[in-house]
């Protein structure tokens, strides 16, 4: 074999070696390209599934701030129908007594919140935000129960005894 066959042939069998490993380079990008493309699809998917929780929530904190505004609305009214003069002072009963409804009120107003951020944790990351921007702070759980007495009807009963 003359010279330049021998080189021709180690030419050749360079090329068909850099081939091989040109395609070998190709199927393995195409396999990592298969892979990324996958996990866009994936992602998509999570991403779909996400904003329609979102949309969700923000139409439950929608919701639930119309209920909010309609129960501060109630409590206005009736707060102002339970309103104590202020020159009463002598009536320690009536006193007593508004103050447990306030109290009461408080105690069911912080139940509503504090099961609200239970029920809906989805949700309790942006309440959590509206009521500390309002100084609002909820307890990690509920107020004791509502009292249906109060502390001055309870020691009068006991002193009529």
């Not at 599934?49 to 701030?65: C, M, Y």
């Not at 702070?137 to 005894?161: F, G, H």
């Given at each position: 074999?003359?010279?330049?066959?021998?080189?021709?042939?180690?030419?050749?069998?360079?090329?068909?070696?850099?081939?091989?490993s040109a395609q070998k380079e190709y199927?393995?990008?195409?396999?990592?390209?298969?892979?990324?493309?996958?996990?866009?699809?994936?992602?998509?998917?999570?991403?779909?599934?996400?904003?329609?929780?979102?949309?969700?929530?923000?139409?439950?904190?929608?919701?639930?701030?119309?209920?909010?505004?309609?129960?501060?609305?109630?409590?206005?009214?009736?707060?102002?129908?339970?309103?104590?003069?202020?020159?009463?002072?002598?009536?320690?009963?009536?006193?007593?007594?508004?103050?447990?409804?306030?109290?009461?009120?408080?105690?069911?107003?912080?139940?509503?919140?504090?099961?609200?951020?239970?029920?809906?944790?989805?949700?309790?990351?942006?309440?959590?935000?509206?009521l500390s921007e309002n100084d609002v702070?909820?307890?990690?759980?509920?107020?004791?129960?509502?009292?249906?007495?109060?502390?001055?009807?309870?020691?009068?009963?006991?002193?009529?005894?």
């Open positions: 074999m003359c010279i330049r066959d021998r080189v021709s042939t180690q030419s050749t069998w360079g090329k068909r070696k850099e081939l091989a199927e393995e990008d195409s396999r990592r390209l298969g892979e990324i493309q996958n996990r866009v699809e994936l992602l998509k998917g999570q991403e779909r599934e996400l904003v329609g929780a979102l949309d969700k929530l923000d139409a439950e904190v929608e919701e639930q701030g119309a209920k909010m505004g309609r129960a501060q609305t109630t409590l206005g009214t009736k707060a102002r129908q339970f309103r104590v003069n202020v020159d009463d002072l002598a009536n320690a009963h009536a006193l007593q007594l508004a103050h447990d409804v306030e109290v009461n009120k408080n105690k069911t107003l912080m139940s509503a919140l504090q099961l609200l951020l239970t029920e809906f944790p989805d949700a309790s990351g942006a309440l959590e935000a509206i702070r909820v307890a990690s759980k509920a107020p004791s129960s509502i009292d249906v007495q109060s502390v001055v009807s309870r020691t009068s009963q006991r002193s009529n005894r």
